[in-house]
């Protein structure tokens, strides 16, 4: 626990997340808002500001802030009010478009030329729709991230199911590496 953390700006970070773009955030919010912490504590360790937040320094946050806008119940957390997204992540198989896209770092490149995406620690490799939304992702881990293209056709033909997360996020199990692509900047 770090005594130099600024728990409001923590607050407006951790409440843009989980109410307004927890696809930035490749987080998977439940039908009633809830993420685990453990999620929600990865994404915060990959910027250098949010290095060293623990579960303390939540409990805290929550504790100073006059607005009461999240609450922990359990291994969750989430944001009380004031979302502008859909609550609800429905992980249904879904057709989606041609083209998908992930943003990630490139010192990640190798291994998912070798064995595709995985989901890591999360339950679903998360993918979007635009190129935005995935360089906004990537930026996370790297600050020129390298966009992939994932070509949804090819991958549904072998076997690969996709998942409707929400309006800007797709899932996936997994993507095999050959039907990914480094996106070619022009």
């Not at 083209?99 to 030329?113: D, V």
Request: net charge neutral; proline share 5%; hydrophobic share 35%.
């Amino acid at each position: 626990m770090s005594n130099e953390i600024n728990y409001t700006k923590l607050s407006k970070e951790v409440s843009y997340a989980l109410r307004h773009a927890p696809w930035e955030y490749e987080l998977e919010l439940d039908e009633q808002g809830w993420v685990e912490i453990d999620q929600l504590m990865q994404t915060l360790h990959q910027s250098p500001e949010w290095q060293e937040v623990g579960l303390d320094d939540l409990r805290k946050m929550i504790v100073k802030s006059e607005k009461k806008r999240h609450e922990i119940n359990g291994n969750s957390i989430r944001a009380l009010y004031g979302h502008s997204i859909p609550m609800k992540i429905v992980k249904e198989a879904a057709v989606p478009p041609k083209y998908l896209y992930h943003g990630t770092a490139h010192k990640f490149l190798p291994k998912i030329e070798a064995m595709g995406l995985s989901p890591m620690s999360r339950q679903y490799v998360h993918l979007s729709e635009d190129i935005e939304t995935a360089t906004l992702v990537g930026k996370r881990k790297d600050k020129q991230p390298i966009i992939l293209v994932i070509n949804t056709e090819n991958a549904r033909a072998k076997g690969t199911t996709f998942y409707l997360g929400n309006e800007k996020v797709w899932l996936a199990d997994s993507i095999p590496p050959e039907f990914i692509e480094v996106l070619k900047v022009k």
